[in-house]
């Protein structure tokens, strides 16, 4: 169960333990939550719009990350300075 159908039910709980909800009310919707739930991979699957990543959108080594960090900052403080003489 996603996050979203978790909340949903959690409410729902609250909402049946506070009076707001009669019980036929609560059960409705908490069916609702578990269809629409269990419906929502499947049906994204249908349409094709989850999409594995590909190889070249794979993240890059900290290690790298970290070097372009400081040739960047390096650059840019290197560029202000002016020559004393």
């Known amino acids: 169960m996603n996050t979203r159908g978790l909340t949903e039910l959690v409410i729902l709980g609250v909402g049946l ?5 009669d ?3 609560y059960s409705l919707m ?3 939550a578990l269809v629409t739930t269990a419906m929502t991979g499947p049906l994204l699957l249908l349409i094709g719009t989850r999409t594995t990543p590909s190889p070249t ?10 070097e372009s960090a ?8 290197g560029q ?4 004393v003489g």
Do not use: W
Not at 57 to 66: K, M, N
């Open 70 to 77: 400081v040739d960047e900052c390096v650059g840019s403080a």
């Open 30 to 32: 908490v069916v609702m």
């Open 17 to 21: 333990q506070l009076g707001l909800l």
């Open 57 to 66: 959108s794979a993240v890059p080594d900290e290690g790298a990350l970290e």
């Open 80 to 83: 202000g300075r002016r020559a």
């Open 23 to 25: 019980p036929s009310l």
